[in-house]
Nanobody, 121 residues
């Protein structure tokens, strides 16, 4: 089992910045990719950014050039630096960790409870 706890959300004005953190604990050795998803009111959850254990990154088009995902493997912590925030970035942000299948265990997907980011215009 892996436990994920997000922090760093809050209220910020448009154009401002926030840094989200996600602390992983438990069976963290199994984790390969980690990512940030978000869900705005009335919308489906969407992938915002992801990073593999080797450091390869992915960003949704809507956040490219504004958000930066990083991870500190020794500290088992994932980060999302969000700059130039827009009102449309308002959402609950969820941390996700993926553990690939190994003999005797299926692939597992873990989620945090989320942290709310509100961007005022």
């Amino acid at each position: 089992q892996v436990q994920l706890v997000e922090s760093g959300g809050g209220l910020v004005q448009a154009g401002g910045s926030l840094r989200l953190s996600c602390a992983a604990s438990g069976d963290t050795i199994c984790i390969s990719a980690m990512g940030w998803h978000r869900q705005a009111p009335g919308k489906e959850r969407e992938l915002v950014a992801a990073i593999t254990s080797g450091g390869f990154t992915y960003y949704a088009d809507s956040v490219k050039g504004r958000f930066t995902v990083s991870r500190d493997n020794p500290k088992n912590t994932l980060y999302l630096q969000m700059n130039s925030l827009k009102p449309e970035d308002t959402a609950v942000y969820y941390c996700n960790a993926a553990c690939p299948p190994v003999p005797g265990r299926d692939a597992m997907d873990y989620w945090g409870r989320g942290t709310l980011v509100t961007v005022s215009s």
